[in-house]
């Protein structure tokens, strides 16, 4: 969720599920320790529970990293071994480190050692052709004696070297040692091209029953299914079989789905505003955004959804995207997209 889930969207979404934990966008150690760590970590209060997500490999920098988190006023700090993009690649993090439980361990203690707040991993359950459940079953054993007991699972491998080749010709490179990773070729005997993080999120298919069988044999831990799940009927499903869920896009693309999770999932009273309400909210929010210089169409673009599948709602989201209102005063784009909504409902 790199450049969606940040403060202004987690404002946004805090104003739909006052209960759901919310996380931040990845943030690398480099950008922390040598950037605008100010810039990188405000937050509104409005957002808590909020966990802040790290990228990073190095113990020592991530345990700084997690101090300045534990600082700030986060409630949770979480490493990020499931990001399969090219750029956190090239930084041997993010989904790189499956295939070094022993480093995340090492990472995980160098960081509950620097914090009191808990610290948890998001992962996968595979990477590339190591389809094995053994394979992340070792990897939650080994990182879990180092302090960590909630271990976020998104469901799929992550294919770093690109589409995966058959097993047989997977193991015909590699000796049919599943333990090593080497540069598969596919069948017709061509290099297979990488998969996009688009790809990644929706082509290596999803084993739920992986996240099942881990949550059996380490009962005392606390695991978190993430990838795939777009209904209520699948959450609650999964919830059967495991501690909790995470969404992502989904929840993004379709905002107003979250305002009946606390009802459903935390035995809160119904949700109190309608839509028209949020939109208001969010209307003083970007005001105040404006009164600081800070430009408000950062914060409008992640509210596009919030009238999804309603009448007028593409007219509604072409208003606020805009770029020529840009320098209007949010109350007043307001007005201009409110026309098509009330139009198309009193027609």
């Known amino acids: 969720m790199m450049d969606w889930t940040d403060r202004h969207c987690r404002f946004f979404h805090r104003l739909l599920t006052p209960r759901a934990r919310l996380y931040t966008e990845m943030l690398t150690t480099g950008a922390l320790l040598h950037g605008d760590v100010p810039r990188h970590l405000d937050f509104n209060q409005e957002e808590h529970p909020v966990a802040l997500q790290l990228g990073g490999s190095e113990p020592a920098e991530l345990a700084k990293c997690a101090s300045l ?3 700030w006023g986060y409630d949770e700090i979480n490493l990020n071994c499931g990001c399969p993009s090219p750029r956190v690649q090239r930084g041997a993090f993010g989904a790189c480190l499956m ?10 203690k160098a960081m509950a050692d620097a914090v009191v707040l808990p610290v948890t991993v998001k992962h996968r359950i595979g990477i590339d052709h190591v389809e094995s459940y053994e394979f992340v079953r070792d990897f939650v054993g080994t990182v879990s004696q180092a302090g960590c007991s909630v271990f976020i699972v998104h469901a799929r491998n992550a294919w770093l070297q690109g589409l995966a080749a058959h097993r047989s010709t997977a193991e015909s490179v590699n000796g049919g040692r599943d333990n090593e990773l080497p540069a ?4 017709t ?7 996009s993080p688009k790809e990644n999120r929706e082509v290596p298919p999803l084993r739920y029953e992986f996240v099942h069988r881990l949550k059996r044999d380490f009962p005392a831990l606390t695991f978190v299914l993430n990838g795939g799940l777009t209904q209520a009927q ?3 499903a999964q919830l059967e079989q495991v501690d909790g869920v995470m969404l992502g896009r989904q929840a993004y693309h379709h905002p107003w789905d979250l305002a009946a ?4 999932y935390f035995g809160a009273v119904p949700h109190a505003l309608d839509r028209a309400q949020i939109e208001l909210k969010m209307v003083d929010y970007m005001e105040t955004l404006a009164r600081q210089g800070v430009a408000w169409p950062h914060a409008a673009r992640h509210m596009l959804g919030l009238w999804h599948g309603t ?7 072409q208003v606020w995207s805009d770029h020529r209102l ?13 026309r098509p909504v009330a139009e198309a409902h009193a027609a």
Do not use: N
Request: hydrophobic residues 35%.
């Open 69 to 71: 988190g534990e600082r």
């Open 99 to 108: 295939a070094e439980p022993t480093l995340v361990a090492d990472c995980v």
């Open 184 to 187: 598969l070729r596919s069948s």
């Open 189 to 195: 005997g061509a290099t297979p091209r990488r998969l």
């Open 234 to 236: 699948q959450i609650d």
């Open 261 to 264: 999770w606390d009802s459903r």
């Open 311 to 317: 009448p007028g709602a593409r007219r509604w989201r």
């Open 326 to 338: 840009k320098d209007e005063a949010p109350r007043r784009v307001w007005q201009l997209a409110q």
